[in-house]
């Protein structure tokens, strides 16, 4: 029962408002994982630090705001709490939390550190300190096999440090490597005995090619940095976040962010290829399935397309022109006063299987906007996020079960009377 898991995540299961957990990472604590990441709903400045949990990866629960925004203080207004990394430590069972923390002009460069006895816990916040004395903006976590931690940082006078922490890893206590070149958002992710060391250029939020490099310790030598996807394609227009392991691999997960306003920035996910030792290569794909229980992967099914224009529309349901969408039309005015409501049936499924579907879509407001999504008469909220513009589709996604057969009914309006976006078309897994 596994989905089609896509590179845009939707809205959490339990809340219908699409996750916010921008440069994220993820731990994983009795048998779940946790993704805790920055909450981007009102902008760049600090707003909270989210958790969501899951256990297949593709659905996602919202658990609580780990760190909320406090009246004053490196959590105040207008500050800069970013790229939050959770990891425990055994020896004191505690679960501890490095951020970026800076002021609105980036010109403090610090780590603050927090900690909790549970992982997706309020967190107890204890400040903020520039390691071992030298500047920090996008900081990375990376807990050894021996138990050993270390924090990744970027220190834009010197270069990309890797720092070991102390045994209770509240502070750093000496510099184990140094390279002399900047490189941000960084992640280690270690394999066979190999580290690899991820990471991007600097180009403010706008994507470039991300590199790797790999030693056989910390302290190096490393390898020269090294692209990891096609060359020019800007990382599939993404940002590295955290290299989940996965089995054999290993997951990407990088943020693409839309700096005009960031609560749109979406999750490109992707599976690393390992080829002998240190070879690493991550392909683009629309979609692929993990297996949670065998850290697995596989490629993702084939899709059928169903046009708008091609569903029974009724309320105040139109159709309008889309220079951009398939067909170049698109269906406008679903909800509403008047209950637009587009209707798809003969939806094909080879299987009887929970799966994902693939809604494009259009909202030319600066907030998410939703809808009822009904798949064979059960209901969910599904946030829609804003489009570029009225012409470009954006993309959600839905889980949801489908049977065997060409009997499937899926359903788009509103029962509030507000408006749900116009809709392009959806794309449903045919396996
Ligand atoms: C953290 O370590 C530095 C030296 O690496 C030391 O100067 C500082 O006092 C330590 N901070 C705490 C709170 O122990």
Known sequence: MVGTLLLLLSAATNTGHHVQAHGAGIIEDSGK?????????????FQNINCYSSTNLVEWTFENALLTQQPSGDL????????????????????????HIDSSNY???????ATSDTVCGDYNYHGSYRPLGF?????????????????????????????????????????VYLWN????????????????????????????????????????????????????????????????????????????????????????????????????????????????????????????????????LSGGAVKASCSGCSGSSVIGYLGGPDAGRLEWTGVRSDATT???????????????????????????????LPSENMNTPASASVHCDLKAGSANTIVISTSDGSWAPDIDQVFVPLS
């Open 107 to 113: 010109g403090e460069a610090k780590v603050g550190v």
């Open 181 to 312: 070149r900047n490189i941000e958002s960084p992640a280690i992710w270690k394999k066979n005995g190999y580290y690899f060391m991820f990471g991007s250029l600097l180009t403010g939020w706008d994507p470039n090619d991300n590199v790797y490099s790999y030693a056989t310790s910390l302290s190096g030598p490393w390898s020269p940095w090294k692209e990891f996807a096609d060359d020019g394609a800007n990382t599939y227009s993404s940002q590295t976040s955290f290299i989940l392991p996965w089995g054999d691999s290993a997951i990407y997960m990088g943020d693409r962010w839309k700096s005009s306003n960031l609560m749109r920035s979406t999750y490109v996910w992707l599976p690393l290829e390992l080829t002998g030792t240190t070879d690493i290569w991550l392909k683009n794909r629309v979609n692929w399935v993990p297996d949670a229980k065998s850290r697995t992967w596989a490629p993702g099914p084939s899709e059928s397309r169903y046009e708008g224009e091609a569903a029974t």
């Open 135 to 175: 500047e920090s903006r996008d900081i990375g976590l990376f807990k050894d096999d021996d138990g050993s931690a270390y924090l990744l940082t970027e220190d834009r006078p010197n270069g990309l440090r890797i720092d070991a922490l102390s045994d209770d890893y509240l502070n750093t206590t000496r510099n």
């Open 76 to 99: 105040g207004p207008n500050r800069v709490v970013e790229r939050p990394k959770v990891i425990y430590n055994d020896a004191t069972s505690t679960y501890v939390m490095y951020l």
């Open 354 to 384: 929970r799966t994902t579907l693939r809604i494009r879509h259009l909202n030319g407001d600066s907030k998410e906007r939703r809808a009822t999504v009904s798949v064979n008469g059960i209901e969910q909220q599904v946030a829609f």
């Open 33 to 45: 994982f946790y993704m805790i990441g920055e909450d981007k709903t009102d902008g760049s400045a």
